[in-house]
């Protein structure tokens, strides 16, 4: 053949896919017929062909989803006798023909052409076997009966020891190797994966099950979503059907999380008439199903998966619970006080209710929002109970936001108060448990004041990346769930949806060649979908003030491209830190004022977000509202929580730099005592007496209770766990303490204190052992993250040397783990 036409049909299947692994052809080969096929999978030792054939059904994106070996007796159900056995021949001659030595596996797809003719055409040759080999393995055994190990005889043929002699086995002329997953498959093959945590197998052992595997653990939604196996034998073709839907019936995975359909789906498929009459093809495993419309949820499931958690553990477990602490008597009767002293008043109305309603626009709600800061010389926001609770109670806060919200209506707002944070773990928390996270939004938006939302907009609230194809329909059905409980006869209907989300998880990166950046992007699609985010720059001293400044620059321009004048952006420190000074954080707000003086703007709404590890945060935001009051800048807004919460700045320190009337100062001292009283309910999951954190760390706050139980899954002590990250951050400085990056660089740090060629467990230490070729227990996540380096700081050698050190690693995790949630994977309705 032409070596350029060669040449050039391999390019296309590259620059097509995307992916060089054979499975254009499983998608393209079958031209000549119905688009049908079977695909065959043969294993041949050296150059001898074994015995039996292995056939392979898919889901939509072609993963293996059950591979079924079978006696060359029992092969004429999906192909004719003798072109099974010239695929044989041609195996064999492939593999003389390659010099193979070794177990090797041949795929090829079966079909029928226009004249109902069948073909083969090989498609793929893997000088290994494959995950599913015994399915092929189990049809044979030694002379004393032992079962075949394939792995094992590739480990003794490296030796020079020839395989042993093998004879059929009795009673086994089918072997089924299904694959575990847990998802909810759709009629078009695509299978939506579900949260959850592994804790083994439940129900009877059955005889006819020779291997079983399944993995402990949370799933993961950034690796391989298989979970384990199942191996069946039977005699028949219909006796393996007959076993594996009784198999799916009696053996389950036990999950603490959300149900799944799968099981049902796999009984389904092994009871349908077409798969047992061998008529379903590989490319159509569910297309012709009954797919169950919704997982089984029996009052176990609802026990276990939902009450059950909140009775006996937090969102994370293990952390910060005492199980013999329980809110008092007396914190309950004053519970149930305040919801009822609560309920007795009326909220004041404002302009922005007027906005909320679209009685008003954005500009009128802004221009009294500038009147109040210019009376009061600047104002707060409350992050409480959302992110008190995200750092003191392990995520428990959506319980208690109804009654939160209600006292920041009430009494917040007569203090001064101009938003109220929700969202982010809060939702998760909540989501875990099976409740639904839209309630806990909708519970927190307030009547009077925006919701400030916590959004991981790249991520979504979850820690998968999600492409626009995803984000921008859920973006916009989100602003609709928002517009509707303002303007219920309405929803969005064309109109600013009073929905304030914040975006930083994105982070600050910004790459000029490609003109790419993940909090743009993801700014522009919630403008798009008529919200009004805020714009979020991350705080580090690492980021140099220039990038600041370009990065203002660009929220102008989009917000003026969307037909809306960009007049609040934020500054996010996620922890605290030795470098967090009023100098440098108005120097910040300088730097940001002066963009918007450059192009004629007025000032901009800055709020900052920042952590209290030391008790002087409050403080520090008290000098800062000091220097911009001297300077004539009064929209300055700082989030706080109530006096002593001990997780951000105290507000009554905080609010002693503004000037508030004696009516606001007595509801200030109000809205604490409300909320400390609420937020005692919490403590049975509290946290905040943990000495992990110390006082001048830079670390996120919200992250303690999961570095903790992590800590703890390694068996470390986690007084070593701050230093660890420190290290970490050293040598591979990704600075971006955000979610998912700081999850990495925990990783990172904790790999180092379990790898016991790194001592002592020094930056210097752990630079000689990965430039000597060392390599670091983390997921194939963290190399991606690593790969990626989405950061404004310079990569480190160090970097690069790791990743090559773990190149295969590298390289899966780029072909699996790095997938992004496509549309495809998600439930049908």
Known sequence: ??????????????????????????????????????????????????????????????????????????????????????????????????????????????????????????????????????????LQRDAEGNRRYTFAELMMRATGMPSPTFEPTKDVKVVLHARWLHGNPDSDGNIAYQAGDILGMKGPRLDYVPAELMAPGEISF??????????????????????????????????????????????????????????????????RLEIPAHPDRAITNVLQDQVAPILIKGYRPGEGIDKDRYPTERVMDNMQSLHEDLAGQAARTTTFTKFARGEASYEDYMKDLRTQLDKQGGGWVTVAPRDTAQQGNDSESAAVTNISRQ???????????????????????????????????????????????LQRSQYVNGLAELPTSIRQPLFDAT??????????EVGVGGKWVPWHPYNFHAGNYFESARNYSPQD???????????????????????????????????????????????????????????????????????????????????????????????????????????????????????????????????????????????????????????????????????????????NSDWAGGTEGSDIRIAKEYGLDVRKINAAKEVANEVFPLERAVTPFSEYKLRLGIALMIEPGIEPKTADAVRKWVNGGGRLKVGGDVLVGLKRWETLCPKTPEVDKLLDNMKDELEAAMGQGTKLIKPEDLPAS
């Open 1 to 138: 053949s032409d070596p350029a036409q060669v040449r050039a049909a391999v390019e296309k299947v590259l620059v097509e896919m995307n992916r060089s692994d054979g499975i254009y052809f499983e998608q393209k080969v079958n031209t000549k017929g119905d688009g049908r096929f079977y695909q065959l999978e043969l294993e041949v030792d050296g150059e001898t062909c074994a015995q039996g054939g292995r056939f392979v059904w898919f889901n939509s994106r072609l993963q293996k989803v059950v591979e079924i070996g079978l006696h060359d007796d029992l092969i004429g159900m999906f192909m004719p006798k003798e072109l099974y056995m010239k695929s044989r021949q041609w195996a064999s001659d492939i593999a003389k023909k390659g010099g193979n030595n070794t177990r090797a596996t041949m795929e090829g797809l079966v079909f029928q052409n226009e004249k109902g003719e069948f073909e083969l055409q090989f498609i793929e040759c893997n000088r290994r076997p494959q995950v599913e080999n015994e399915a092929l393995a189990l």
């Open 222 to 287: 950034t690796s391989d979503p298989q979970l384990g196996k199942a191996v069946i034998t039977a005699a028949s073709w219909e006796e393996m059907c007959d076993r594996a839907a009784e198999y799916f019936t009696m053996r389950k995975p036990q999950v603490m999380g959300s149900s799944s359909t799968y099981a049902q789906t796999m009984y389904n498929l092994f009871t349908s008439p077409e798969f047992r009459a061998g008529k379903t093809a590989s490319n159509e495993t569910f297309k």
């Open 407 to 453: 006292n920041a209506e009430i009494w917040g707002e007569k203090a001064g108060l101009v938003g109220y944070e929700i969202g982010g773990a809060q939702y998760q928390a909540g989501l875990i448990r099976g409740f639904d996270p839209a309630m806990i939004l909708k519970l927190g938006l307030p009547y009077n004041m925006p919701a400030h939302s």
């Open 479 to 488: 602003a609709e769930v928002v517009a509707k409980h303002y303007r219920p």
């Open 521 to 695: 992007e993801t700014t522009g699609e919630l403008l798009k979908a008529k919200c009004i985010p805020m714009p979020n720059w991350v705080f580090s001293p690492k980021f140099a003030l220039e990038h600041l400044k370009t990065w203002t620059g660009r929220q102008i321009d989009m917000f003026e491209a969307a037909g809306l004048p960009l007049q609040q952006l934020r500054i996010k420190n996620p922890g605290q830190g030795v470098d967090w000074t009023s100098e440098a954080i108005w120097t910040h707000v300088k730097t940001i004022r002066s963009v918007f003086q450059e192009r004629g703007l007025p000032d901009p709404v800055v709020y900052i977000h920042n952590h209290d590890f030391n008790g002087m945060g409050a403080h520090i935001g008290a000098e800062c509202f000091r220097k911009a009051q001297a300077e004539g800048f009064s929209t300055l807004v700082i989030d706080s929580a109530y006096r002593k919460n001990g997780t951000h700045n105290d507000n009554t320190v905080l609010t002693d730099a503004l000037s508030l009337s004696t009516e606001q100062q007595e509801a200030l001292i109000e809205y604490n005592y409300n909320q400390q009283m609420i937020e005692e309910v919490l403590c049975r999951f509290d946290s905040r007496t943990s000495q992990m954190t110390p006082w």
